[in-house]
């Protein structure tokens, strides 16, 4: 599964952005579907993902309330609604395709979004 992302940049404290993660090479229908951020020098964190067959999304606490996370499994796409950005949400975000198994984990090159207050 190859994973791209798209739908970063440079916004300002309150505005909003649309990420989108396009999934070329198998359907993402099987795959949770998360998003992840990091920042330098640290960890890369959970933000949100959707869970199949149901859609059953789960998020951060930093981000509930302010982030939806979505998919069109017919498109073979996740998307990421932020609003309501805040500094601290500047990050290089990552899509990831979890399947059953260790092996069966994908992850794209990430899109940076940058926050400035």
């Known amino acids: 599964v190859y994973l791209e992302e798209s739908g970063g940049g440079r916004v300002q404290a309150g505005d909003s952005l649309r990420l989108s993660c396009v999934a070329t090479?198998?359907?993402?229908?099987?795959?949770?579907m998360a998003w992840y951020r990091q920042v330098p020098g640290k960890e890369r964190d959970f933000v949100a993902v959707?869970?199949?067959?149901?859609?059953?999304?789960s998020y951060s606490d930093d981000v509930k309330g302010r982030f939806t996370i979505s998919r069109d499994n017919a498109k073979n796409t996740v998307s990421l609604q932020m609003n309501n950005l805040k500094p601290e949400d500047t990050a290089v975000y990552f899509c990831?395709?979890?399947?059953?198994?260790?092996?069966?984990?994908?992850w794209g090159h990430g899109t940076q979004v940058t926050v400035s207050s």
């Open positions: 959707s869970i199949p067959p149901s859609g059953r999304t």
């Open positions: 990831e395709a979890g399947g059953k198994g260790v092996e069966d984990d994908y």
């Open positions: 090479g198998d359907t993402i229908g099987r795959y949770a």
